[in-house]
């Protein structure tokens, strides 16, 4: 499995709005939330994640699902998809998991774990010493995932999802401007399954 995960471009977007719904089957962001995300600039990184064959341009020229499909190929010719996607927000010293989501067909595969690492250590680059996200209670495959990073719950939000009304656990890890935690991050890496990498 060949993943290329790319800084995300206003001309994803469409695409990932697209898969939204199938991606959170309950509160899909819109695609006006995905471009005043991105309108956010340096406070903000988000990543798209492609699969398949690529014919990647560094990343940056690639405008893959500009028309609104979640398949990239007629735009580049290739076969390369969005497989997923996830974003962060960074503040002072802390940082936060604003979305981290995989296309159903492709889960289970280490993409989620892959965004998280990347976002982690973008975090890490810029300072944080802490990592926040909420996520849904009954979100066991996401929680898993949270617990392998090293986030604990610090605490519970009622009816923090909208509009669905769902609870979510408040989670963070720190602290993650360590080795140590680099080193966890790239142990947990190194044992995940296909190839990756991140073009600028
Ligand atoms: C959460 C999500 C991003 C994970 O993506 P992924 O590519 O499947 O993640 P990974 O393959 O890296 O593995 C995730 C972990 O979930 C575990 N998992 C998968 N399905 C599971 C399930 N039904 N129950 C419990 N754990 C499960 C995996 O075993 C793995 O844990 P492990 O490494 O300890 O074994 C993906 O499930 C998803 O997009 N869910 C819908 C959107 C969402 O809920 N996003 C999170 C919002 S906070």
Not at 33 to 60: D, I, M, N, P
Not at 150 to 169: L, T
């Amino acid at each position: 499995m060949d993943l290329v995960l790319v800084p995300m471009r206003w001309w994803h977007i469409e695409t990932i709005a697209a898969l939204e719904p199938t991606v959170f089957a309950t509160d899909p962001w819109s695609a006006e939330l995905f471009w005043s995300e991105l309108a956010q600039g340096a406070g903000r990184r988000y990543l798209t994640v492609f699969h398949g064959e690529s014919k990647f341009c560094g990343g940056s020229e690639f405008r893959g699902g500009s028309e609104g499909s979640a398949d990239a190929s007629a735009h580049t010719g290739g076969a390369a998809s969005i497989v997923g996607y996830g974003g962060l927000a960074v503040a002072d010293d802390g940082a936060y998991i604003q979305t981290v989501g995989v296309v159903p067909a492709m889960r289970g595969q280490g993409i989620g774990a892959r965004l998280m690492i990347a976002l982690l250590r973008h975090a890490r680059q810029l300072g944080a010493r802490s990592c926040g996200l909420e996520v849904r209670t009954d979100n066991h495959a996401a929680r898993a995932l949270y617990a392998r990073l090293g986030f604990v719950d610090i605490g519970m939000r009622r009816g923090y999802y909208q509009p669905s009304g769902g609870d979510a656990y408040v989670m963070r890890v720190r602290p993650i401007d360590t080795v140590g935690y680099a080193t966890l991050l790239d142990d947990i890496e190194r044992a995940l399954p296909g190839r990756a990498r991140l073009a600028s």
